[in-house]
């Protein structure tokens, strides 16, 4: 069985054991459609509902989570799912996950690989081990990697301007 994560517990809210779900989903309020969600190693189950929205954080309720105190023990845990609860992809999608171990060429030569994907709210960053060992990260975009070959496991990166001097 292969995860996928679909979101994390960043806080608790409220006395009675819900917890603030960042969610990694489109469409965010579907996370329970997903139950029961796991824990990284696939160990703990977890069945899940949504009581409500705060920002871009859902307000969750985990079964058999009553206090504020139990649900404190959750914090920072990633919530996952069996990648096969999750619709196929279309031709060009891609989730993300699929970008972790990808090579990165750039004009054709190995420039690096896809070590981690992240988006702090403004946008997401892949971070790419170069090829000299160097840990770097670009924002994103089709303008910077305007080739996604999930099938060949390659992305095509143009250099942004000014990035030339950081990765030499």
Partial sequence: ??????GKIVNVHGIKGLVKVKPYLTHTTDLPQFNPLTDKLG???FEVS???QQGDMLLVAIKGITSREIA???KGM???TDRNK???TQNGE???CDLIGMNVFENNSLFGQVV????FGAGTILEIKTASGKILDFSFSKQTFPVVDTENNRLEIVIPAGMEKVIK
């Fill in 1 to 6: 069985m292969s995860f996928i994560a679909v």
């Fill in 43 to 45: 160990k703990k189950s």
């Fill in 50 to 52: 949504v009581q409500g």
């Fill in 72 to 74: 404190e023990q959750f």
């Fill in 78 to 80: 990633e919530l996952f």
């Fill in 86 to 88: 999750l619709p196929k």
């Fill in 94 to 96: 891609f989730y993300y």
């Fill in 116 to 119: 981690k994907v992240n988006n």
